[in-house]
């Protein structure tokens, strides 16, 4: 690739970087202009996970890319790691002289690794994951020639997942409360209606729960405002580890909470419930502050479409139950038959 091309290249994914904020769209043609670029055997993007530090090949170019797709390294398995915990670049003429690679990598694929070069991503201090190019064929004119277009691509790769991952925190900000980290009102109306759909093409029911904390005045008026947050995040936690995966759980507003269960019927909602009802009897809550603390919610279902036909019908309808409950007992299941 002749000098202008290079530029070109870098003009190319600079172009697309400020244009979309599709992640996978801007790695792919990073890695595509790698590939041309470098001669080389093999092109990969291998990106950090920031929780357990393994590294992912998750764009592959060259011989047997579709063996390397999706293999994960642990921390401590390959120079590719020691490049994404360091943040420095390497580059190796003869792997075998370097106890640090990997040999199960060549297992894999059926080639012969001889040389390695291996560019960080690195962006505001982090390094998110790496660029790795095997068996170039001209080391030396690699170093000279094509490694500071490489460093830029690699630095453009970063940009891009630094950008992805600032967008993911939006949106997810977007559709949380802040302070149990559960869904919010929001995300309940949107996927609601979503699942309503999905219903009544696959003929199923939805159940949906209101839940009310009994008496949550008294324990913030005793325990203050900030005790009362850490009451409803720590009931939050209790419901949710009743809940089937598929099952959605909402923080609502005040001291209520809304549970939809998908492909849920009375019987089956009601069985739940009593689990969940049981749950936070049973449960101490805010045993780090102080003298714990006692609770128990009422809770009113409906189910669609069997007490309402449309989304706003099937929240009145849940929320009328749970009042039937608040009103009278409390500590318990309300319906609307």
């Not at 595509?32 to 090949?57: C, H, M, V, Y």
């Not at 977007?174 to 996927?191: K, M, P, S, W």
């Not at 102080?290 to 069997?306: H, L, M, N």
Request: hydrophobic share 40%; charged share 25%; with cysteine.
């Amino acid at each position: 690739m002749t000098k202008p091309d290079r530029i070109m290249a870098c003009l190319e994914v600079g172009k697309l970087l400020t244009s979309t904020h599709i992640l996978d769209d801007i790695l792919e043609l990073i890695m595509q202009k790698a590939s041309q670029l470098i001669e080389a055997q093999n092109w990969s993007l291998l990106l950090r996970d920031p929780k357990t530090g393994e590294l992912t090949f998750t764009i592959v170019k060259g011989e047997n890319k579709e063996m390397l797709e999706g293999v994960r390294l642990k921390p401590g398995d390959s120079i590719a790691l020691h490049v994404s915990e360091t943040g420095i670049p390497e580059i190796m003429s003869n792997v075998k002289d370097d106890k640090r690679f990997n040999v199960n990598i060549d297992k894999i694929t059926g080639f012969i690794t001889e040389s390695i070069v291996c560019v960080p991503l690195n962006v505001q201090g982090k390094t998110l994951g790496v660029i790795e190019v095997i068996n170039v064929n001209d080391l030396e004119s690699f170093k000279e020639r094509d490694l500071p277009i490489l460093t830029i691509l690699a630095d453009y790769a970063a940009i891009a997942i630094e950008n992805s991952q600032y967008i993911t925190r939006i949106k997810k900000m977007n559709i949380t409360d802040e302070y149990t980290g559960l869904f919010n009102a929001r995300y309940l109306h949107q996927v609601l209606e979503q699942l309503i759909i999905q219903a009544d093409k696959s003929k199923t029911s939805i159940s949906v729960v209101f839940v009310d904390i009994d008496n949550f005045k008294t324990v913030v008026d005793s325990c203050g405002h900030l005790s009362g947050t850490h009451l409803l995040k720590e009931i939050g936690e209790t419901i949710s580890s009743c809940l089937a995966e598929k099952d959605i759980l909402v923080k609502y507003g005040g001291d209520e909470y809304v549970m939809i269960l998908p492909d849920t019927d009375r019987q089956a909602a009601v069985s739940r419930l009593e689990n969940v009802l049981q749950s936070i009897r049973s449960s101490t809550y805010l045993s780090s502050e102080g003298p714990p603390v006692k609770v128990t919610a009422s809770f009113g279902v409906a189910i669609y479409p069997e007490d309402a036909g449309t989304k706003k019908d099937i929240l009145i309808a849940a929320d009328n139950s749970m009042y039937k409950v608040k009103n009278s007992s409390k500590n318990g299941i309300g319906m609307l038959r």
